[in-house]
């Protein structure tokens, strides 16, 4: 037993070992402690949770102060709601969040120094060659219905569900590696090996997607894509759901509010060896718009917030005297943009997507550099967040270790734009309206998420602006998720304002979006019959941009690539980037264990929350 014992050690050290070495090569010592300086400013240091093994069990054990358990936590989201459940069909991400709360993947992010962090795994390691990814599994944790989790829900998973293309195929296509996906075997139930064609960067990041209980998704497999994309829809039971997160659906009434319950057997323990989460419960009011969430906030219907910029003022001065805090996380990690319908195909129907007058248009470098150039990002700015943001130029967030720091601001410049709008033939009449060359007024349509107030004020603005060159804007926010079934199924859109979340770490999440055939690839997105028919040559270079950047495993090397890929779309402009806010949260103060930072958010540790009421000790392991 003692030489197990030791074995068992001398493993964990190894480990330990090569995955530091790994984070030196994914995130470079100086950006890592650049990261980690952001975030002292920001918050206490966070006591990040270290594996420990009890009675055979390899839990996950919490650092944070003891709290007491029970009680809510209530957030909100705005729209209509989630679209499924179903962790592998989200391309929204008020879905991807619902499902997220549910579904842990193998890895995560420390949300202060960046590095990969174990969830599922304990740790891994890697081979000399850069190729072969050995995994180690927790040994003796559970699924909600107390099944085992074990290396063949993890085999299933990435061959049967991702590698087979079930649901959204993103993260396949993100995988595909000069052609060929990787493989991947189990040893054992606690041990699984992934094989890439070629050493590729962003692998062990991207083993952070969920793992399916097979038990449960193996027959929604088995019956289809079809059927699959249906599988744990928003009309699925409560009941129905085996998870492996800290918390598992209990209720979801629509444009009402989605309620997840406590998983009691999470995997996650405090220094007690108690199992959390803290809270019984956490739930998401469905609120509408960001102005019916203020109002529940002061109504004390909702815990936490994101505020506006436009808000942000008002309740600085009423903090001192109120039940909540405020914390500043720095730039948003995300990014928002206008982008343009380039698409010049047609339908099964044979209508083309996009009228072909205007595809004319946004397919002219000159017309968007002239949209660019009219944009007044400073007033924006200004106006619509009070200042609290700073104009943004290009796809990388503000705080992104790769952000192209060579690629510079510029002011508004009327006078520019319709000289770049002659150059194409474009006019202006004596009563100022724009027309093209062959004498059609320039008329479209902007769409945004109706319900996101911020995005509707941009709208008005970019109208506003845009109108000045004479073109007529027909802003019409709708429904977000009728509006992302417009981006990603039927194409039938003109111009739209839209953001993206992202990850300031890694660039490649958002291939799916460059990549000429990606799922996300909307300023000129082609179905999967059509591939890479009708290529732009800057397209051609996305795709080889992002294809090497992964390839490359040291830091200053992708970093060339990801430059790149910047320059190009500040360049060409399918996709105009407008600025970039300052996240700032409030939450109610008798929530303890907050450590906030830009990388995680206020709520990253969300199982170690608790409220300050008292004792309890309910949830010790048996």
Request: proline share 6%; charged share 25%.
């Amino acid at each position: 037993m003692i030489g197990r014992v030791l074995r068992v050690l001398l493993i964990l050290v190894v480990v330990a070992l090569i995955c530091k070495a790994c984070i030196v090569r994914d995130i470079p010592p100086k950006v890592s402690q650049s990261i980690s300086q952001k975030q002292a400013n920001l918050s206490l240091f966070y006591p990040m949770p270290k594996n420990v093994t009890i009675g055979g069990v390899d839990y996950l054990q919490s650092q944070a102060p003891v709290g007491t358990f029970g009680g809510s936590l209530v957030s909100s989201t705005i729209g209509e709601g989630p679209k499924t459940f179903n962790p592998f069909n989200c391309k929204d991400n008020t879905s991807s969040i619902m499902a997220g709360v549910m579904y842990d993947g193998l890895f995560t992010t420390n949300p202060v120094t960046g590095a990969v962090a174990p969830k599922l795994a304990k740790g891994y390691t890697i081979s000399p060659d850069g190729k072969v990814y050995t995994i180690y599994l927790r040994k003796g944790i559970k699924w909600s219905d107390g099944k085992p989790i074990t290396a063949d829900d993890v085999v299933f998973t990435w061959q049967n569900i991702i590698f087979g293309g079930m649901g959204d195929t993103s993260t396949r296509d993100s995988l595909v590696i000069n052609g060929k996906l990787p493989t991947v075997r189990k040893y054992g139930d606690d041990v699984v090996v992934f094989v890439t064609p070629e050493p590729y960067a962003p692998f062990l990041r991207m083993l952070s997607t969920p793992i399916a209980p097979k038990h449960i998704f193996y027959n929604a497999v088995q019956k289809g894509n079809a059927y699959f994309d249906s599988f744990l829809s928003t009309n699925a039971k409560p009941q129905n759901f085996v998870v492996s997160g800290a918390f598992k659906l209990k209720e979801y009434v629509p444009a009402q509010r989605v309620v997840f319950e406590r998983n009691p057997n999470y995997y996650e323990i405090n220094i007690k060896n108690q199992k959390l989460p803290y809270l019984d419960k956490l739930i998401y009011l469905i609120v509408g718009d960001l102005n019916n969430e203020v109002l529940k906030f002061e109504a004390k219907e909702l815990d936490v917030i994101s505020l506006q910029g436009s808000k942000v003022s008002r309740y600085k001065s009423i903090e001192p005297h109120s039940d909540f805090k405020l914390y500043n996380l720095g730039p948003d990690t995300g990014t928002m943009y206008i982008s343009f319908n380039m698409n010049n195909r047609k339908n099964d129907k044979g209508k083309f997507y996009v009228e072909p007058v205007k595809q004319k248009w946004f397919s002219d470098l000159n017309f968007r550099r002239a949209v660019d150039y009219a944009l007044d990002r400073k007033s924006m700015v200004l106006n619509i967040a009070n200042g609290m943001g700073q104009p943004l130029f290009t796809p990388e967030s503000l705080n992104s270790i790769y952000l192209n720091k060579k690629l510079k601001p510029y002011e508004r410049d009327l006078n520019n734009a319709k000289i770049l709008l002659k150059k194409s033939g474009f006019k202006i009449d004596k009563k100022g309206r724009l027309y093209d060359k062959d004498g059609n007024r320039v008329e479209f349509n902007l769409y945004t998420n109706a319900g996101n107030t911020e995005r509707e004020a941009i709208g008005v603005m970019v109208k506003q602006d845009l109108e000045d060159l004479g073109m007529k804007v027909n802003f019409k926010p709708i429904e977000f998720n009728s509006l992302v079934n417009k981006l990603v199924s039927t194409f039938d859109w003109d111009m739209v304002i839209m953001g993206l979340t992202g990850s300031p770490l890694e660039p490649n999440g958002g291939k799916n979006v460059w990549l000429s055939d990606g799922r996300l690839h909307m300023f000129n997105m082609r179905t999967p019959k059509e591939g890479k028919a009708g290529i732009l040559p800057w397209e051609k270079e996305l795709d080889e941009m992002f294809n090497k950047g992964a390839l490359a495993t040291k830091f200053e090397d992708r970093k060339v690539y990801y430059d790149k890929y910047q320059d190009i779309i500040y360049t060409q402009k399918p996709m105009i980037y407008i600025y970039s806010p300052i996240r700032i949260v409030a939450i109610r103060n008798k929530f303890k264990n907050i450590y906030p930072t830009s990388l995680g958010g206020l709520t990253h540790n969300i199982e170690e929350i608790y409220i300050n009421k008292g004792t309890g000790c309910p949830g010790a392991l048996r």
